[in-house]
């Protein structure tokens, strides 16, 4: 499956951003599905995972409450709804898949990446 995210720019500190990761084939819905992010100088971060029937979500504690994961198998799209965004959440976003149908937190176990987008949170 090939994927790709969309959906960053640039906002101010407390406002909403919506991602999607759209995915091809007709055997999206059977990934899992992870957000990462990446900011400059930093190693890569888990954010939060979806199972393949979207049926089970899993959050990093730094988002848990602000972010969340939805999915449409229907249009193969994941979505990361983002809420009070601050400064510290400027990074490349990136949507990642696996098979299993489970979440999935190590970034090391995702076969499938997208190529990011980015976020930019001015304060």
């Known amino acids: 499956v090939q994927l790709q995210a969309s959906g960053g720019g640039l906002v101010q500190a407390g406002d909403s951003l919506t991602l999607s990761c759209v995915g091809s084939?007709?055997?999206?819905?059977?990934?899992?599905v992870g957000w990462f992010r990446q900011a400059p100088g930093k190693e890569r971060e888990f954010l939060g995972s979806?199972?393949?029937?979207?049926?089970?979500?899993y959050y990093a504690d730094s988002v848990k409450g602000r972010f969340t994961i939805s999915r449409d198998n229907a249009k193969n799209t994941v979505y990361l709804q983002m809420n009070s965004l601050k400064s510290d959440d400027t990074a490349i976003y990136y949507c990642?898949?696996?098979?299993?149908?489970?979440?999935?937190?190590?970034?090391?176990?995702?076969?499938?990446w997208g190529q990011g987008t980015l976020v930019t949170v001015s304060s």
């Open positions: 990642a898949a696996r098979g299993g149908s489970h979440f999935y937190t190590k970034w090391n176990t995702y076969t499938n």
């Open positions: 979806i199972s393949s029937s979207g049926g089970w979500e």
């Open positions: 084939g007709r055997t999206f819905g059977s990934y899992a």
